[in-house]
């Protein structure tokens, strides 16, 4: 379980392709890894994944095809940036809100502009996602807790300040880039516990398709 607070950037050194699945290996400078121990969890770009080798500067991640297909992370290249945040303890502060790192689908940015001294991102979702965000709910994109400001459509709006701009990946973000989504959880259940019980009167999956 995560809480969508970014502390740091990490960069692909190495990506590896092994059997249809690949292997990372990702450099982390300035997140100290020192109590980390292999299993354990760590989100990448919002992705909850498990770290192997994890050393003074960095970790080793496989990622599964569904995950690869699924994600951003598919077209992750050697020398990009990832967002990092390791999994929550019991005494951490709970910033942001609740984060599992099972990626829903992608999102795609339509257009960023100032606002004071912040910014405001419009993204696109695929329409099986726009039911799940509500303005003023919360959505974690790469990694990143945000509070949506606007909803419309399949459209919603997000407000970045400065001090996430920096630390983050999502600053380099251009109109047309994807990001990784991950909708509310309690949105999730509650759509679940509301539909009417039997096996035929499931509510549609979440997918996680491409924008279409």
Do not use: W
């Not at 990784?180 to 019980?197: F, G, K, Q, T």
């Amino acid at each position: 379980m995560f809480t969508g607070i970014v502390i740091s950037r990490g960069t692909l050194l190495k990506r590896t392709e092994v059997g249809g699945d690949c292997r990372l290996k990702i450099r982390c400078d300035e997140l100290s890894l020192e109590s980390a121990r292999p299993g354990d969890s760590i989100s990448v770009s919002g992705t909850c994944l498990t770290m192997l080798e994890p050393g003074v500067s960095g970790f080793v991640a496989d990622v599964s095809q569904e995950t690869l297909s699924l994600t951003t992370l598919g077209s992750l290249r050697e020398g990009q940036q990832v967002n990092l945040e390791l999994a929550l303890s019991m005494d951490d502060r709970m910033g942001g809100h609740l984060v599992t790192g099972h990626v829903d689908g992608k999102a795609r940015l339509v257009s960023r502009r100032e606002d004071a001294r912040a910014e405001r991102f419009e993204f696109e979702v695929p329409r099986e996602l726009a039911r799940y965000i509500a303005r003023k709910g919360s959505v974690c994109l790469d990694g990143v807790s945000l509070t949506v400001n606007e909803v419309d459509d399949r459209k919603f709006s997000v407000c970045l300040i400065p001090h996430t701009l920096e630390i983050t990946t999502l600053g380099r973000l251009k109109p047309g880039d994807q990001v990784n989504l991950e909708v509310d959880l309690i949105a999730r259940y509650l759509e679940r516990l509301m539909a009417p019980a039997g096996p035929d009167s499931t509510p549609d999956t979440v997918t996680g398709q491409g924008l279409d």
